[in-house]
């Protein structure tokens, strides 16, 4: 045997009674090595890839979370909360050409949804759908007509007992306006203290990212504690 030759055993096997001993030379071995860590560093890169790009059309196309920042969704929604938001009930929206395919349902009168807000739409907001396509909608003393009949949430919310006039603020108090078509009216739940519909005007239906449906968090930082009952609730 030469000398220079360094035999390293690998590998044992037995098979059929007998030891079958396989020997390498200590430069095939380190080319191996090499080898296979050259080719497990691409799988990994080949995974994370993979990885990336299900998130990336899962967050575009199937669900998003989002937090919530403020106190205009109150009480169904709290500061501190963290939601999922169906992306595809309302048609997955296909890139370049803004058209939405494999629409579930159109959004309805009570939906919250979140989309681009129309002022700043780098930003996203979430409010209560209120006024559909050619509905008619007035504020008369903190109460919403929607078509002349009285629109009827439990979910709204009134903090201030102060009432506003129409001339100062279309906050309590404003004249009939009709929703333009493939455009909606919105509202925060919270309404003395929600920037929405009756200041900046309509959402378009393109703005609409979809349909917040469940908390998957909550975080109440004013008392430093998780809201454990929130966890899992289903947003109506």
Not at 166 to 187: E, H, K, L, Q, W
């Amino acid at each position: 045997m030469d000398r220079r030759c360094c035999l390293t055993v690998t590998v044992a096997i037995v098979a059929k009674g007998c030891i079958v001993v396989k020997a390498q030379s200590a430069g095939e071995t380190d080319a191996r090595e090499s080898g296979d860590w050259k080719s497990t560093a691409v799988e990994y890169a080949k995974s994370i890839v993979v990885a990336l790009i299900l998130a990336l059309c899962i967050r575009t196309f199937v669900v998003q979370a989002y937090e919530i920042p403020s106190g205009s969704m109150e009480n169904t929604l709290a500061i501190g909360d963290h939601i999922l938001v169906n992306k595809f009930i309302y048609g997955t929206e296909i890139p370049i050409v803004h058209k939405r395919v494999l629409t579930v349902r159109e959004p309805t009168r009570g939906d919250v949804i979140v989309f681009k807000f129309p002022e700043d739409r780098s930003k996203d907001f979430i409010k209560r759908l209120i006024g559909l396509p050619g509905d008619q909608i007035r504020i008369v003393d903190k109460k919403v007509y929607v078509n002349d009949q009285v629109f009827d949430d439990h979910h709204e919310l009134y903090k201030d007992g102060h009432m506003i006039s129409a001339d100062a603020s279309p906050r309590d108090n404003m004249s009939g306006i009709t929703v333009p078509s493939g455009c909606y009216f919105v509202m925060g739940d919270n309404r003395d203290n929600s920037y929405d519909s009756r200041f900046w005007g309509f959402v378009r239906r393109s703005d609409i990212e979809g349909l917040a449906f469940i908390k998957y968090w909550s975080w109440d930082s004013d008392h430093w504690r998780v809201r454990w009952g929130s966890i899992g609730t289903l947003i109506d």
